[in-house]
């Protein structure tokens, strides 16, 4: 998705209604262009990346993510694989193994920080890299999995009723 015709348009905004109040006014906001132009793609992407959240929300367990290539954000979703009739047969060792889908149920979703050692970190990004979803949305998989293990029941995966405005900060790769 291309935001530079969006960031050219609020600019051109911005001249027009600086034209109405005189050559110093215009002198003003050609001065502002610059500076305007970082901080409006900033305000985009962050109004995406709420945009993104909030179908993830009504996704669940689905999801959508939002990266960065190039400078340019594109939409990432990621919809769980359906489960298999009960006639099919199992998987062969060779075929990966798609862990179970998170089902949803009403309820709100927390935020929890997690430390992992590095070595782990990074085979955590690997391995979601690999299935092509975001690292949240496998930590979440593995979770579920994990519990579906240890309790021999489904993992129900709480799904926000409203969500207020998050800020999501960090590195990007």
């Known amino acids: 998705m ?10 051109r ?7 109405a109040g005189g050559d110093e006014a215009r002198e003003l906001a050609s001065r502002l ?21 909030e179908i993830s929300a009504e996704l669940a367990p689905g999801s959508v993510d939002i990266r960065l290539r190039g400078g340019s954000p594109e939409f990432v979703v990621v919809v769980p694989a359906r489960p298999a009739a009960p006639e099919a047969p199992a998987p062969a060792a060779d ?8 089902e949803a149920e009403s309820g709100a979703t ?9 070595h782990l970190k990074t085979q955590v990004e690997t391995a979601a890299a690999r299935d092509g ?12 999995a994990a519990l579906e293990q240890s309790t021999g029941r489904p ?17 990007v790769r």
């Open 33 to 53: 262009t610059a500076p305007l132009d970082a901080a409006a793609r900033l305000v985009l992407l962050e109004a995406l990346s709420d945009a993104a959240g």
């Open 110 to 118: 927390t935020r929890t920080t997690l430390r992992l050692p590095d």
């Open 95 to 102: 075929q990966a193994v798609q862990p179970p889908a998170v």
């Open 13 to 19: 905004q911005l001249a027009t209604a600086a034209a």
């Open 155 to 171: 993992a129900a995966q709480a799904r926000p009723q409203q969500r207020g405005s998050a800020r999501v900060t960090g590195w």
């Open 2 to 11: 291309d935001i530079t015709r969006h960031v050219d348009d609020l600019q």
């Open 133 to 144: 979803i975001s690292v949240n949305t496998w930590l979440v998989r593995a979770v579920a």
